[in-house]
């Protein structure tokens, strides 16, 4: 982590922002990712949870410049993610304030049955996009999906292992926002193979 103290115009304002992008979350990548005309403010913001016009006080403009490199950094490391081989053999994540330790296994076949198919729609739309933008012969070239994607794939894939609930399309849409708790790190390995 990085992390600074600004002076602002109404004081000091402490500033911390991933270094690492173990550090970082996939909800927060998710955040990045999903405005790519986002200003250096706002991806600060989302990183260290500070909002922008907070940010917006400090006097000196020149400190946001060791967080620059950082984001910098942070996004050019995340394209080796999908690639990885090295997929967490287990993950953390919060289940109504408890945390729940759930065993990634080999097969990453999705079930029950209603899961595999919503994860199945969820990647058939995701190529359909990509043969849309890059035509039916060079999509596989190009194909990079979207950390969304990658969301509600693990999402349909954890719920029932992590809650111990019965399938239900709609709660594992909503499992989701837990989902984007889990580093990026993590997360990403994991759906790409099943991307």
């Keep these: 982590m990085i992390e600074k ?4 115009t109404h004081g000091k304002l402490r500033v911390k922002i991933p270094s690492q992008l173990n550090e970082v979350s996939l909800g927060q990548m998710m955040a990045l990712q999903d405005n790519p005309q986002l200003s250096d403010l ?7 949870g500070v909002p922008v016009s907070d940010l917006q006080t400090v006097r000196n403009a020149g ?3 060791a967080f620059a490199d950082a984001v910098l950094s942070l996004s050019q490391q995340i394209r080796h993610l999908y690639n990885s081989d090295e997929i967490p053999k287990k993950i953390t994540v919060d289940v109504d304030k408890k945390l729940v330790t759930v065993n990634v296994i080999n097969n990453l076949s999705v079930e029950p049955a209603g899961a595999f198919m919503a994860a199945r729609d969820v ?7 990509h043969i849309k933008i890059y035509g039916e012969e060079n999509w ?3 194909f990079n999906p979207s950390l969304t994607a990658c969301c509600k794939v693990l999402a349909y894939y954890f719920y029932c292992r992590a809650t111990g609930n019965k399938y239900d399309e709609y709660a ?6 837990t989902i984007k708790q889990l580093r990026v790190t993590e997360a990403l390995p994991i759906a790409g193979k099943f991307l």
């Excluded at 990647?123 to 996009?129: G, H, L, R, T």
């Design 5 to 8: 103290i600004l002076i602002t």
């Design 42 to 48: 706002d991806a600060i913001s989302i990183l260290s």
């Design 63 to 65: 400190d946001f410049m």
């Design 123 to 129: 990647i058939a739309d995701e190529i359909a996009e």
């Design 140 to 142: 596989k070239d190009y």
């Design 172 to 177: 594992a849409a909503t499992f989701a926002e």
